[in-house]
């Protein structure tokens, strides 16, 4: 994706993968620093929130969600900025999903959940439950993002607040009176080639009891390798509609782009190498 965007505009640099366990993240941290050729760089699984203490400046909302996915320097300073937050919203956009009033299950207490926490209580949502399979980060969750559901309360305007809450995974509040359900952990990802047939969450949790389900309810995996993971399998079987992970990672990448480059970036061929590299890579 960013091999192509380099190609489409001319610039002569690269993207290049590190595998960085948690002992090394300072050490490559410090590499970007002392190279003057690192345009930036992003931050994934599972140091989003470590690398938050190894910048100089965090940039956008990264303080507000708690995690760090880009990179760049600036005037000799290292700034993290979370490009998530926009990526999952503009992948909503793109699929004409608008949190605005949504009761939504997050699944998951990530970095990447985080940022998607923000993102719908940004946007309006009017709920947002968190579930996790550690409770202790979802409630960790909870509490760092509690400012974040007061986005509303704007001065001379009527007071708005959402709803943020951690929920246990056999409580029913993770299938009554929800719209949307959000998959924002690892689970259902392929490791290498082995495509694992695992959901986050029981399909049961789809149904609910009979006409209690928001009529345009939406199942959104943040997973991108499959595609089609069993999470949206199942929710479209149970009539949902779905929206895979390939929006969120191509404009977050976008917005990464942007930031190393700023200029605009070009997100037809970053699409059209993403979608053609995952088709490549796994059968979906
Ligand atoms: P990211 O930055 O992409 O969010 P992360 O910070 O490592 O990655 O978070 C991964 C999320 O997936 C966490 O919510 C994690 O749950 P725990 O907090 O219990 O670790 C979740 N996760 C990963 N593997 C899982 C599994 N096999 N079953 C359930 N949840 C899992």
């Not at 503009?90 to 949190?99: H, I, K, Q």
């Not at 509690?146 to 708005?160: M, N, T």
């Not at 999470?231 to 190393?260: I, K, N, P």
Request: charged residues 25%; hydrophobic residues 45%.
């Amino acid at each position: 994706m960013h091999d192509a965007a380099f190609a489409a505009c001319g610039i002569a640099a690269r993207y290049e993968a590190w595998d960085v366990a948690p002992a090394g993240l300072a050490a490559a941290v410090a590499r970007l620093r002392s190279d003057a050729t690192v345009l930036g760089a992003n931050v994934t699984v599972p140091h989003k929130q470590s690398v938050v203490g190894l910048v100089d400046v965090l940039g956008g909302e990264a303080a507000a969600i708690g995690a760090v996915n880009t990179l760049h320097m600036e005037e000799g300073r290292l700034v993290g900025t979370n490009t998530d937050a926009e990526g999952f919203l503009r992948s909503l956009t793109e699929a004409g999903l608008d949190p605005s009033g949504k009761v939504v299950v997050l699944i998951g207490a990530g970095g990447a959940a985080r940022a998607v926490a923000w993102a719908l209580l940004h946007a309006g949502a009017d709920e947002v439950r968190v579930t996790n399979r550690t409770d202790s980060a979802a409630r960790a969750l909870v509490d760092d993002l509690r400012p974040a559901a007061s986005f509303g309360r704007r001065p001379g305007r009527p007071e708005r607040r959402s709803r943020l809450r951690a929920v246990e995974r056999d409580d029913d509040q993770v299938s009554r009176g929800v719209d949307w359900w959000v998959n924002a952990t690892s689970v259902g990802m392929a490791r290498g080639d082995a495509v694992p047939d695992e959901t986050p969450l029981p399909a049961t949790a789809f149904s609910g009891r009979a006409g209690e389900r928001a009529p345009a309810a939406a199942a959104i995996d943040l997973v991108y390798r499959p595609r089609r993971t069993r999470f949206l399998r199942e929710a479209a079987e149970a009539g949902l509609v779905t929206v895979d992970g390939l929006g969120m990672l191509l404009y977050q990448g976008a917005a990464a782009f942007e930031s190393w480059n700023g200029r605009e970036a070009p997100i037809a061929a970053m699409r059209a190498a993403l979608e053609g590299a995952l088709a490549a890579e796994v059968r979906t």
